[in-house]
């Protein structure tokens, strides 16, 4: 109990566990409230999620029995995670919420208000607040000082005629399972591409003049931009035999030792430590510290903001080598000709689209296992759920690639049992040239 007190302590002066997931945060006040939101709690916090679901009690209405409603939150879901809110200072709200991969608040029906400065901390960081709500009169579901800044209220089990998106904030009846849909759409969203994709300050300058032919050659003993796919092939050395690893446990099969290549591509940087084909020529990524440990390739960025995160990160970093970026947007269209609706395409889908773009003799493919290969989602990793993270999907990711093969002319070698029986199947039921290809 004394440990549990210290660790409770810690967060609330703003250092609770770091968490290496996106996560979302339901604040209520009561059993009650909690209680019906148990379905959305449940269903966002299953065990085939690479998603965190934190709850916290909220200040008012639980009759200072906080400690007692904590461990029978941890009890009642156990997938969960309890995490006391942060001291109302600024110190401790600037500390706290960097530490939590936030990407909505759900505030429950009921009598708890929040800290206003906690909540003034998470709208500042463009995080989503949203409340739910029985089939009741919003107006007595929420104190005011919360309701006006809440994006939407989802009323669970209300009719259709209880909408009203007039209304300030606008209703929305749903059932449950159609309410965790919206919220994981919500998680979906990509803070970083909102938050840094601006080209204002010295790192949007050095981006904007990468864009000029002349500044991009001045610039290159720091930064150089690769635009267009015949400038990348050119550097590249117009690669006929293109491996490309995603970082599923088939991107450590032993028969990709024996292979020759012309070019290695990667996606991130988990392979690094672990030493195998850790020699790339071009990493796609937009992660910080993928940014920050991969030395000598070629970045692939699928975002503005990546391409900011680069500059920040490398460029401004004396202890790094010059950077060498392109866009995936300036080599392929392919990958913006899908409909991903509210998702977007993996770092392993980029380099896909780009490798098919190249146009290369031979393709060969390991280590995209879909998260379905039974030895789990990395390879030696036994921990990290076997699921995609909030953003992307199985479904559209997989629709994606196997169109993406269909068009690729030449040698395809798959070296991933997953990937390779979705690709049999899904060519048996359509119209795909097999010539020249192996797999």
Known sequence: MMHRGCKDIASRLGFPKPLDERAIWFFGASRDDFERAAPLIEGLSGRDTRLAVLLTVSPGGNGGQAATLSDWLETRFPSARIVPAPFGNALSLKLFLPRLRLRAAVFL??????????????????ISLVGVAGPTTPGDAFPDSLKRLL???????????????????????????????????????????????SRKGLAGKLLNLTERDQWNERLAWRMKRYRGLE??????????????????????????????????????????????????????????????????????????????RLVRERVFNPLLPASRFFHV???????????????????????????????PQRLIVAGVDLFQHPEGSYPGDKTTANAYSPGHS???????ILQLLARYPGELTIVSKVLKEAWEEYRAQVDVTQAGRTI
Not at 171 to 188: F, G, K, T, Y
Not at 394 to 400: D, S
């Open 109 to 126: 029906e009921g009598p708890g208000r929040p800290d206003g400065r906690l909540v003034d901390g998470l709208r500042a960081r463009g």
């Open 151 to 197: 994006e939407r209220v989802f009323l669970i089990g209300a009719t259709p005629a209880q909408a009203r998106s007039d209304q300030n904030p606008p209703l929305e009846p749903l059932d449950a399972e159609a309410c965790v849909a919206r919220l994981q759409a919500i998680m979906a969203r990509d803070l970083k591409a909102s938050g840094s994709a």
């Open 231 to 308: 400038e990348l092939s050119g550097i590249l050395g117009a690669p006929q035999t293109i491996l490309c690893l995603g970082n599923g446990p088939s991107s450590e099969d032993p028969s990709l030792k024996d292979l020759s290549y012309d070019a290695l591509f990667r996606v991130n940087h988990s392979w690094l430590e672990r030493g195998f084909l850790a020699q790339p020529d071009v990493v796609f990524t937009g992660a910080k510290q993928s940014l920050r440990v991969v030395r000598q390739a070629i970045f692939g960025l699928q975002s503005r903001g990546a391409e900011s």
């Open 329 to 359: 947007g300036d080599t392929t269209p392919l990958l913006w000709d899908f409909d991903w609706e509210h998702l977007r395409p993996t770092n392993g889908a980029c380099m896909l689209a780009t490798a098919v773009a190249l146009r």
């Open 394 to 400: 199985r479904e559209k990711e997989q629709a994606f």
